[in-house]
């Protein structure tokens, strides 16, 4: 699997890349018909004390797959995203059917 992830409005958080890259690679051996990652990190100003965002679209057979969230911390954000990627996976693997 291809994975792109860019960090938009933020300085480059080398812990938080490598977490997402460790945690796509442990869904890629579950899921092998992802085909690409694209992984975004923006950070806004915000009042409530968050403003620390991850971006995940899959490519992969049938609808893309989106999530996102904001945290108060790039690593707490990516941690998020994926469970909510991983859910959104697990779905569409009990979809789909075996020709």
Do not use: Y
Not at 32 to 39: C, H, L, P
Not at 42 to 54: A, F, L, M, N, T
Not at 81 to 90: C, F, R, S, V, W
């Amino acid at each position: 699997m291809e994975s792109i992830i860019q960090f938009v409005h933020a300085e480059t958080n080398k812990t938080a890349e490598h977490i997402v890259l460790k945690k796509l690679d442990s869904l890629t051996n579950h899921f092998d018909w992802v085909i690409r990652a694209n992984v975004i990190f923006k950070e806004e100003k915000d009042s409530h004390g968050k403003g620390k965002i991850c971006e995940i679209a899959l490519s992969c057979p049938g609808p893309r797959i989106f999530a996102v969230s904001n945290e108060s911390s790039f690593e707490i954000a990516a941690a998020e995203t994926i469970k909510d990627i991983e859910a959104q996976l697990n779905k569409r693997k009990s979809e789909m059917k075996a020709h």
